[in-house]
Nanobody
Framework: QLVESGGGLVQTGGSLRLSCSAS????????IGWFRRASGKEREFVSRIDREGAITYYADSVKGRFTTSRDNAKNTVYLEMNNLKPEDTAVYYC????????????????WGQGTPVTVSS
């Protein structure tokens, strides 16, 4: 089970750090993806990280502003979001899968409930 936290309301240019935590002892075996869904839009890929935290990928829209990292000792993955913009407003989800990472949401069988982020202009 994945649990996201850290969402909230922030002004344009502000920062938030989202967390994705799991209770599984095998958490370090999972590739983690971050996705978001804005109101009225489809869910989209934001970033992903490999099992060791050495390789990360980002959507062009967040590259240079968002950073994903993980602490396997704490069974937690983080999404540091800086210089937030109103278009970043969405519900953010983390997802987990074995074997490899992917930017495609349909390849992730395990999802959290999401945490909302609102960026005011």
């Amino acid at each position: 089970q994945l649990v996201e936290s850290g969402g909230g309301l922030v002004q344009t240019g502000g920062s938030l750090r989202l967390s994705c935590s799991a209770s599984k002892r095998t958490f370090s075996a999972y590739f983690i993806g971050w996705f978001r869904r804005a109101s009225g839009k489809e869910r989209e890929f934001v970033s992903r990280i490999d099992r060791e935290g050495a390789i990360t990928y980002y959507a062009d829209s967040v590259k240079g502003r968002f950073t994903t990292s993980r602490d396997n000792a704490k069974n937690t993955v983080y999404l540091e979001m800086n210089n937030l913009k109103p278009e970043d407003t969405a519900v953010y989800y983390c997802a987990a899968r074995l074997y490899s990472g992917s930017p495609h949401e349909n390849q992730y069988p395990n999802w959290g409930q999401g945490t909302p982020v609102t960026v005011s202009s």
